[in-house]
């Protein structure tokens, strides 16, 4: 459906604000969680980089992933796009304050997975042993 019936009444019921809040919570950890958005901010939080950089940097994603994950991470916040007026257009990316706070949470997550790789593919390892 486009966004062109913008006039078209829309019945509003009402929403639990709990629910509402449980749902954002949500989301935004479903976004940050996912396949590609934790290389994107990364190499974001480094300084402006442009698209053709974040394909070659991000091993495995296909452009049109790249874009729509661009355009999510930006529609929340966590990225800046700025559109320099060249011929080609150039289009560069760069995290915002919001993403370099959760940058210092990320920074975390991978310490810890770097400290107990070994213990997790150790458990793996014992886990598919067993009859």
């Not at 919570?25 to 994107?40: M, Q």
Request: hydrophobic letters at 40%; a negative charge.
């Amino acid at each position: 459906m486009s966004q062109g019936n913008i006039g078209v009444p829309v019945q509003v019921t009402e929403i639990d604000p709990e629910k509402l809040d449980v749902c954002t919570v949500l989301e935004v950890i479903n976004r940050i969680s996912g396949k590609w958005a934790i290389g994107i901010l990364l190499e974001a939080i480094r300084g402006p980089v442009r698209f053709t950089e974040l394909e070659r940097a991000v091993e495995g994603i296909s452009r049109r992933m790249l874009t729509l994950t661009l355009r999510n991470l930006e529609r929340d916040g966590l990225l800046v796009r700025t559109i320099y007026p060249t011929v080609p257009p150039r289009v560069e990316y760069e995290a915002t304050a919001m993403a370099k706070e959760l940058y210092q949470s990320l920074n975390g997550l991978l310490g810890w997975a770097e400290q107990h790789r070994d213990d997790i593919a150790a458990a793996r390892v014992a886990y598919d042993a067993q009859p």
